[in-house]
């Protein structure tokens, strides 16, 4: 997982970082898929993701995301978009997680950080 502050960055130079991330990392054969790609399809690209420290870019960093301010976040989308990067399967990154870290308990929070360490760490 990155400790980079990524929004003491301008947003060009973010921008630009995350390009050439996806340029020199994301396989050339899974570029603007026509159809939602299946995890067997996508897993070596999220693991990727993950040890780079940017599966979950909304995240909080003390729960394992980038902590992307409001502008970041759109320039880090701006870019899977300009690259053609495949959207993973990832209702509990953009769904369940967020919702855990808001209204969960400190239980629910370390059951789900164990169980995405064992997956991702």
Do not use: C
Request: hydrophobic share 35%; net charge negative; aromatic share 10%.
């Amino acid at each position: 997982m990155s400790s980079t502050d990524w929004n003491s960055l301008d947003t060009e130079d973010f921008r630009a970082t995350v390009r050439r991330f996806f340029e020199h990392n994301y396989p050339e054969a899974l570029r603007y898929p026509k159809r939602r790609l299946r995890w067997a399809e996508i897993r070596d690209w999220t693991l990727k993701l993950s040890a780079q420290g940017w599966l979950a870019p909304s995240w909080p960093v003390r729960y394992g995301g980038m902590g992307l301010a409001p502008e970041k976040l759109i320039a880090f989308i701006e870019e899977q978009e300009r690259h053609g990067v495949a959207r993973a399967p990832d209702m509990g990154i953009s769904m369940v997680g967020p919702l855990l870290i808001q209204h969960g308990s400190d239980e629910q929070r370390a059951q789900s950080q164990s169980e995405i360490d064992s997956l991702f760490g």
